[in-house]
């Protein structure tokens, strides 16, 4: 007595995720890319000299915001719903 799912399938051929989507997540990464770039650095060669400058605007503040900006951008391009202008 296996109980049946009632599903309905998109057979229309169209991809899920359309040219524009695919440029949002293309930005996306980038900007992620940019966000863990501004996050590096900040290391010294010698660990008996303490360096502050790893607690600066840049890592603490703005590499975050960044990094938080592109993973939105993705949750954008993948839930978002964009249309094909020569799909018609």
Known sequence: MA????TK???SGKMALTAKS????????AVLAAGFLLLSGGGSEDPNVFNYAMF??????A????????IVLEVVAIMGKF???KAE
């Open 3 to 6: 109980k049946q799912l009632n």
């Open 9 to 11: 399938q998109d057979k």
């Open 22 to 29: 695919l440029r949002f997540m293309i930005a996306g990464l």
């Open 56 to 61: 600066d605007f840049r890592r603490l503040v």
């Open 63 to 70: 590499a975050p915001i960044v990094i938080v900006a592109g």
């Open 83 to 85: 249309e094909d202008k």
